[in-house]
């Protein structure tokens, strides 16, 4: 599951929301990938007093010359795991059902191998799918 918050201009403020999103069989793309916000912004005075000292991501996406935020969970970075707990976590992606890897049977030491290669290479995508699950860090 993936939560976040949509924060309008102050002229739109009927389209704030929150998006709580899921894989489904539509075709959407899960999960969502923010194309065209830049992350790590400083927050606008009027969000400060809520994501303070939180594991909140802020995000911005400039439309038509207003600012529109998102705010999403920041996730747990595998470098905070344990090495046995990330392995776990992974094993656990990697073992659900529906993952499917074609013709050929793949060992779990190669599945677990290829996540920790993308991860390695940058691929955020994967280490917000794996980690999105876990509890923030204390």
């Given at each position: 599951?993936?939560?976040?918050?949509?924060?309008?201009?102050?002229?739109?403020?009927?389209?704030?929301?929150?998006?709580?999103?899921?894989?489904?069989?539509?075709?959407?793309?899960?999960?969502?990938?923010?194309?065209?916000?830049?992350w790590g912004v400083?927050?606008?005075?009027?969000?400060?007093?809520?994501?303070?000292?939180?594991?909140?991501?802020?995000?911005?996406?400039?439309?038509?010359?207003?600012?529109?935020?998102?705010?999403?969970?920041?996730?747990?970075?595998?470098?905070?795991?344990?090495?046995?707990?990330?392995?776990?976590?992974?094993?656990?992606?990697v073992l659900r059902?529906?993952?499917?890897?074609?013709?050929?049977?793949?060992?779990?030491?190669?599945?677990?191998?290829?996540?920790?290669?993308?991860?390695?290479?940058?691929?955020?995508?994967?280490?917000?799918?794996?980690?999105?699950?876990?509890?923030?860090?204390?």
């Amino acid at each position: 599951m993936q939560v976040f918050v949509g924060i309008s201009p102050a002229c739109w403020p009927e389209e704030d929301a929150l998006y709580i999103h899921t894989s489904n069989p539509n075709g959407t793309v899960f999960p969502y990938r923010f194309p065209g916000v830049s992350w790590g912004v400083q927050p606008p005075a009027f969000l400060r007093e809520f994501v303070a000292g939180e594991p909140w991501e802020i995000g911005v996406l400039e439309r038509e010359g207003k600012h529109w935020f998102v705010v999403r969970d920041r996730g747990v970075a595998p470098d905070d795991l344990e090495p046995d707990t990330l392995r776990a976590v992974i094993e656990s992606f990697v073992l659900r059902e529906g993952t499917d890897y074609g013709e050929h049977e793949t060992s779990l030491e190669a599945k677990v191998a290829q996540v920790l290669i993308l991860d390695s290479q940058g691929f955020g995508e994967t280490r917000n799918a794996i980690t999105a699950s876990l509890p923030h860090p204390a």
